[in-house]
């Protein structure tokens, strides 16, 4: 069974920075899509970044020029470098994988980002 594993959240200032990494065990097959969600509380999920087995990435709008999504030279790894944290970053980040019409999620990583 595929398991995806987020590290790297906690608390940090506004302004300051994280780097949350996410892997996946028990796979032989590279994922089509690797990328990180993330959910406030009494909000839905939303798309943070996302980035493609041939390194095109997606944003959304919010975090364009704070965060930037890169794979690790093993095909299941993920990373996401958030620079310039606000408080409206504050939420559970969940790493997400895609192959083949088959999506995983981890279990999610709190960031809390105090103003």
């Known amino acids: 069974q595929v398991q995806l594993v987020e590290s790297g959240g906690g608390l940090v200032q506004a302004g300051g920075s994280l780097r949350l990494s996410c892997v996946a065990s028990?796979?032989?097959?590279?994922?089509?899509?690797m990328g990180w969600y993330r959910q406030a509380p009494g909000k839905q999920r939303e798309l943070v970044a996302i980035i493609t087995s041939g390194g095109n990435t997606n944003y959304v709008d919010s975090v364009k020029g704070r965060f930037t999504v890169s794979r690790g030279n093993a095909r299941n790894t993920v990373f996401l470098q958030m620079n310039s944290l606000k408080a409206e970053d504050t939420a559970v980040y969940y790493c997400h994988a895609l192959r083949d019409g088959v999506t995983y999620w981890g279990q999610g990583t709190q960031v809390t980002v105090s103003s």
């Open positions: 028990r796979i032989i097959f590279s994922f089509n899509v």
